[in-house]
């Protein structure tokens, strides 16, 4: 161990100045992510409602979440369906997107990029769903609807249970074409052209194999960066199901943990147990981000 400790000095020292550049950003990165995150897993074992000092109250917090909240196990539900549908569909798209338009002129490259990079940078843009899923006559989907004759009364798409979940999924796919887009178009810039050629004297035959052996394994920083921006994403919806189902929504067939969390950190103040939901999530997300990262380290074998 002495040994060890000695090794890693002597690195340390060898390489001063970088870690010297490193260090304001390491600060900012422990002050502002990582001691929230461990203050958030202690909270999580007390009782804090804001003004009283914690009390520690050991399992209760999570005990009461697993075996007698019942919204949270739709919360975890709901995200779970969320993370599932979303993130594999937004990766796969954000990736086949940025391949066709890495394919165009540098000109139309960046028109294409713009557009679709977009609606993930306008702010309440996704808004405009609501004109499409009003309740009323005037809802395009239901004036389209009455119009064709497939329904003879307007539809309440954002009151009914049934059609609730189906659209906000429809909408954060809409919004998904976000950093992990740009991540993905700015590796295909970097992929070597050579190793092309060389792959084509290797014995490789066609497009697919390309990208199998070569533009994917040549891009696995960007892959991984997607993934981590695609799956936190996933796992974090919230604005949307507030803005377009309410809050709380009907039946809490849109909760989702993260809105779950906001009902008991902002609006109830129950600290301790907003602290204990946080938890869970982080320790989803760490887990679905271990498992993503063993299975992009097989991409091109």
Not at 96 to 103: G, H, L, S
Not at 208 to 220: A, D, F, G, K, V
Not at 251 to 267: M, P, Q, S, W
Request: with cysteine; hydrophobic share 55%.
């Amino acid at each position: 161990m002495q040994n060890w400790w000695s090794l890693k000095l002597r690195e340390v020292k060898a390489n001063k100045h970088s870690y010297i550049l490193l260090a304001p950003y390491m600060v900012l990165f422990a002050v502002f992510t990582i001691l929230p995150v461990i203050i958030s897993i202690v909270l999580s074992f007390t009782y804090f409602n804001m003004l009283e000092f914690p009390k520690f109250i050991g399992w209760q917090n999570y005990t009461r979440l697993f075996l007698e909240d019942d919204v949270f196990l739709i919360a975890v539900k709901n995200t779970i369906l969320f993370a599932v549908i979303t993130g594999p569909i937004s990766y796969i798209a954000c990736f086949v997107f940025a391949w066709i338009i890495n394919e165009l002129s540098p000109k139309v490259r960046a028109v294409m990029t713009l557009v679709f990079y977009a609606p993930s940078i306008s702010g309440n843009v996704f808004f405009i769903w609501l004109m499409i899923f009003s309740g009323d006559r005037y809802g395009i989907a239901n004036g389209l609807l009455l119009k064709l004759g497939f329904i003879l009364e307007p539809l309440q798409w954002l009151k009914t249970e049934a059609y609730i979940l189906p659209i906000i999924i429809l909408v954060q796919l809409w919004l998904s074409l976000g950093t992990g887009f740009l991540a993905f178009i700015a590796g295909l810039q970097t992929v070597d052209s050579t190793l092309y050629e060389a792959g084509a004297v290797d014995g490789i035959k066609n497009r697919w194999q390309e990208l199998w052996y070569i533009t994917l394994p040549s891009m696995r920083p960007q892959l991984m960066f997607g993934a981590v921006i695609q799956l936190t994403t996933a796992f974090a919806v919230a604005d949307v199901s507030i803005a377009l189902a309410g809050f709380p929504s009907v039946n809490y067939a849109a909760e989702t943990i993260v809105t779950h969390l906001i009902d008991f950190g902002t609006t109830r103040f129950e600290m301790g147990y907003a602290s204990a939901i946080a938890t869970v999530l982080f320790m989803i997300m760490v887990g679905s981000n271990l498992i993503v990262q063993k299975l992009l380290r097989k991409v091109g074998e």
